[in-house]
Antibody, heavy 117, light 107 residues
């Protein structure tokens, strides 16, 4: 059974940093592209970052420079380093597996990041 | 960035009736279009990809159609477990983008 379990979400002050983790199991992690997608309360889903199984990395322009995605295949883990956080980054952050490029077929349950003073 | 626009925002349907949800892309995405279902407090779930291919385990009452800029998700006979929010998502142009969602509620 495919499982994606996110962790690391918490309350952080504006300007702070946070590292999210995603533990994957039940599938050959090193063979799949992985993604981070976020969802603010009452707002649409928004792509945060993607990393291919070969290590190629993608960010939307709005996220580039502040967010950094990485993976550790030996640990079946995905990470998201977030810096210079603002209130607009408050959201549930989902780790997601891709069936193939752009097609998310499994989602984690999400971890809540709250940016507030 | 490709803007995905869904209509209607809310669809009120009685159980057993047919529901038709629309999604429009601001530029062509070919058939690189997926539909996801999200229930309150849960993560999204993939229903359809490549505009018309059902994901593993998805009931046959869900069907997708369209190409280019106009897409449709049809639920042929709504069951109680189908009342949820549905999102379309394009994966043709990076960054991939989602629509704002259509909420299917009980009439």
């Amino acid at each position: 059974e495919v499982q994606l379990v996110e962790s690391g979400g918490t309350l952080v002050q504006p300007g702070g940093s946070l590292r999210l983790s995603c533990a994957a199991s039940g599938f050959p992690f090193s063979s799949h592209d992985m993604h981070w997608v976020r969802q603010s309360t009452g707002k649409r889903l928004e792509w945060v970052s993607a990393i291919g199984f070969a290590g190629d990395i993608y960010y939307p322009d709005s996220m580039r420079g502040r967010f950094s995605i990485s993976r550790e295949n030996a640990r079946n883990s995905l990470y998201l380093q977030m810096n210079s956080l603002g209130v607009g980054d408050t959201a549930v952050y989902y780790c997601a597996r891709a069936l193939r490029p752009g097609v998310i077929d499994y989602w984690g349950q999400g971890t809540l990041v709250t940016v507030s003073s | 960035e490709v803007v995905m626009t869904q209509s209607p925002a809310t669809l009120s349907v009685s159980p057993g009736e047919r529901a038709t949800l629309s999604c429009r892309a601001s530029q062509s995405v070919s058939t690189n279009l997926a539909w996801h279902q999200q229930k309150p407090g849960q993560a999204p779930r993939l229903l359809i990809y490549d505009a018309s291919t059902r994901a593993t385990g998805v009931p046959a009452r869900f069907s997708g159609s369209g190409s280019g800029t106009e897409f449709t998700l049809t639920i042929s006979s709504l069951q109680s477990e189908d009342f949820a929010v549905y999102y379309c998502q394009q994966f043709y142009h990076w960054p991939y983008t989602f629509g704002q969602g259509t909420k299917v509620e009980i009439k």
